[in-house]
Structure formats: C-alpha cells, structure tokens
C-alpha cells in the first residue's frame, strides 16, 4: 500500500505506458550497440558542456574532450561578447588547437587568440584564420577559408550546450521542452560557487543515471550514513517519490524532503547539528525568491529534490535547501564512462556558512562513492550475460525510461541509415 | 598555526591544517582510526566557538591563522564519516571508486 497517490492507472510506469516486463541491459553491455549510440545519440542531441559563468570575460575558453564523438571542442566567449564552440583543430595539419601537456586533458584560459602549438597558425576569437606562417608559400591559400570550423552551439538559463550534427534536428529551446523550460527564472546565475568533482567509472554511462533516477537504493544501500535511529525505520518503510514526469526523452523524479532541524539528535550525526548542514544541504536555506512554476510539481513541503534528467547524459538536481548540482556522464567505451558531478551554490559570504557547504560537498562524495562502486559491480555481471532479463519496480520507472529512449533514438538512426543505404 | 583561543587544538594543526580536499582526503585514508577519532573529540566541543572566531573576519580576507582555523574544521568534517559513519577510513565497499575533486572554493 503506497503511502503517496498513485496515478489512475495504479502506477507511474502504467501511467506512462512504458509496459511492466522485465528488461534488457543489453544496451549497456553491447560494443556495437554504444557505436549506434555514438551516431544516433552524441551526434545528434544537444550536449551541456559547462556554463557560461566558466567564461568570464572575452577570450575566456574552456576545451571539452568527447570521446564518444572521438573530438575535441573548444568553447570561447568571443570578441563581442558571445558564447561560440569551434572543433578544436587547426585547419593546417589537424593538429589540435587548444591543450596542455597531454593532449586528452581538458583546459581552460583566457587568450586573445589560438595559436597552434605546431606551425603557430593564428585565429581570433571568432574562429577567422588571421596569421599563416610563411603564408606566400602556400598555394591559392585564402585564409578565409580556412577559419576554425564552427560547431552549433547554444545557451539556455546560463547553460552551454552544443550540438554536432550537420543541421540540429530541433533548436535548444525546442528540444528541451516545456518541462525542463519551465526552470526557467531559477536563479542559475546567482549560485556560481561551484564544486566540480570526477571520476573515471568502470561501467555504461547508462548504469551511473539509473542509479542517481531512482531513490528505491537509498535506505539500503545508504543506510549506514544515517544513525540506526533514521535508517531503521526509513528502511522498513521503504522509499516512494510523490512525482515522477516524463516529457519526450526527458525525465523528472521529485522528492519530499525533511526537516532535519526538528529531528532528535539520535536521528542526525553530530556533524551535522555542529555545521547546520548535511546531505539535503544547508539547514539556513539562502531567499532564492519564488520557485519556478515547473519545481516541486507536488507541492511537498518540505520539498527533497527535483532531479531533471535531461537527455542524453546531462542531469541537473535542485535542492529544496536553495542549491543545485549536475551530473554529466561521458561515455568512454562501451563498459567505461568518465563521471562529473558539480555542485553550485550562493557564494558563502561568512566561514559559518562555507562549513556548511563543506559538509554538502563532502557528504555528496560519501554519497557517490556508495553508488559508483555498485556499477562496475553491476557492469561485470551484467556483461555474464548469465541472467539477461531483470525486473523493474515502479519507483525505477525511469531507468525503464532510459532505456527505451536510447532504444528508439538508435533504431531511428537504424532506420535512416538503411533508408540512404549507408 | 592557530589564534591563540585555540591552542589546545595547535597538536592537531600541521597534520590537519590542510587547504584542498584531496590533502584532506589523503590524510583521512592514511590516518588510523584512533588518530581521527582524537581529532573529531577535541574539535567537535569547540567547533561552534571556532566558527564565531572565522566569522570575526571576511570569508576572502581572513588571517593566515584564522584561515588555518577553518581548515582544521573542514578535517573535521573529513573525519566526521569514518568516524560517525564507517569505523575505518574509507567509504566501505568502495575499492574501486575514485572522485576527485577538481576544483573547489576558497578560502
């Protein structure tokens, strides 16, 4: 017997027509399957690659690897003030233009132009091919031709993505849909205190979102960060989310939240009544203003989370507490992916209030740790094949999700590429 | 290292006294038991008088020693999960993990 209302039609997953069998990993398990992927996926949706308050000021770039696209970008905010993302390649040799020491590693700077390491080929910040040594001989060489190749690129609420298709099928704004737009007035810009963490994770980048878009694993596997007091009951309980939405490729869970000010000091560690923080966050929430209309679709209160899974790999997870993070989930191979989890907040203007956060944060990393070794865990015995067919519950409806969505962008490419006989 | 309300603390301050959470979580995997515990009994009773102490500054202009203050409290918090959590060092079960954090605010 749920505690919380169920839709209609008994369950969310029911709701949202998703069918109840037991499903298939093979997606996550298959080399040929994460080449489509490559294709249909990466190559197609729009991809956050950071936010526009990591560029600063005019010439400040930060390069972002995607190896599932085997390329490199760089994006800059340009000479007027804009936000561009070119392939990050000289036009000369295809060198790559922008990296330090190791080629992979990612980086970041200010500069007024990129100058490649190789023959030292100069271009401005809007990608125009300005300097070629030795430049007369060459042959019926006309710089403007040769300028850094753009790649589509887009901001929504301070957020960059790009997209490297030819001709995105859908504009941004378009693609993300009304229920992620309507984020939009959350105060993203003010919250630039920021976190950034990663880990190489020994799994499928689809295996690390199902376990961050359900919260049935939490008493469990997360018992023992909480005194017995709490862990016991909320285990014998069970966990169930008011709200779950599903709009196109994208999903919502939302949570209830608790007031950790009003439990006993058997049911919280010492840690944190000592900080006046803990997992939801800081217990002294800063005025953000009014919510946006698309947060907290079940009116909880107090309100846990909502966490917006934005198709393909991009998550950003709002905090009733007044704080938000993102996780991104690169895929490297196959069974790899390289994990990014940030965490923002309003700048802390005394030491009281960065301890606080100190506390978010690592108990964040406490968190993710439990949940990334459970995957490689997951990924090997999956890759067995010895079991193949696994069930569902209703709170895990949208890892069924998921799954059905990268099935159905994959046999679309599947579909059009036979069509043009490629 | 420490403001001088906090000398009871200056045995804890070289070995914890640290800037960046990797240090912080170095430390914590290559400290015994015992040795966190020790830390976490003699800073969680004065951390709330070591809080006020910061707050006397601004967060981007604080004193070396103060500074060295909030550090110790950010060990705190390191310690607090082996020692109010796990009973050992590391997150149980998480051989294989790694999380690093890339960047982080100061001070």
Known sequence: MSRVPKPPEGSWTQHYDLGTAPISYEDSISAEFHQLESEAIFK?????????????????YFTKELAVAKTSVVVVRDQSGGVRAFYNMCRHRGNKLVWNDFPGEETNGVCRQFVCKYHGWRYDLDGALKF???EEEFFDLDKADFGLVPVHCDTWEGFIFVNLAKEPAQPLREFLGPMVTALEGYRFGELTERWFYRGPVASNWKLYMDAFQE??????????????????????AGFEAPYYRIEGPHRVVSTSGIRPWELSEAQRKPIEAVTRSGLFGPWDAPDLGEMPAGLNPSRADPWGLDSFQIWPNFVILIWGQGWYLTYHYWPTSYNTHMFEGTLYFVPAKTARERLAHELAAVTFKEYGLQDANTLEATQTMLESRAITHFPLMDQEVLCRHLHKVAGEWVDEYRAESAGVGI | MLPEDFSDLEPFASKWCLATERERYAERLATPMADMQALYDAILPRAEDAIAYCDKFPL???????????????????????VECWGQARVPDTGAAYLDLVSEPGP
């Not at chain 1, 197609?44 to 400040?60: D, F, K, T, Y």
């Not at chain 1, 997360?222 to 016991?232: D, F, I, N, V, Y």
């Not at chain 2, 070396?64 to 082996?82: G, I, Q």
């Open chain 1, 132 to 134: 070629v040594q030795q």
């Open chain 1, 44 to 60: 197609r949706a729009w991809l956050n690659v950071g936010r526009v308050e990591q560029l600063p000021r005019n010439g400040s």
């Open chain 2, 60 to 82: 981007d202009d604080m004193p070396e020693d103060a500074t060295n203050l909030l550090h110790l409290l950010y060990s705190m918090v390191m310690v607090s999960f082996p």
């Open chain 1, 215 to 236: 919260f049935y694993h939490a008493p469990v596997l997360h018992a023992r960060q909480t005194p017995a007091e709490w862990s016991a009951p909320a285990q014998k």
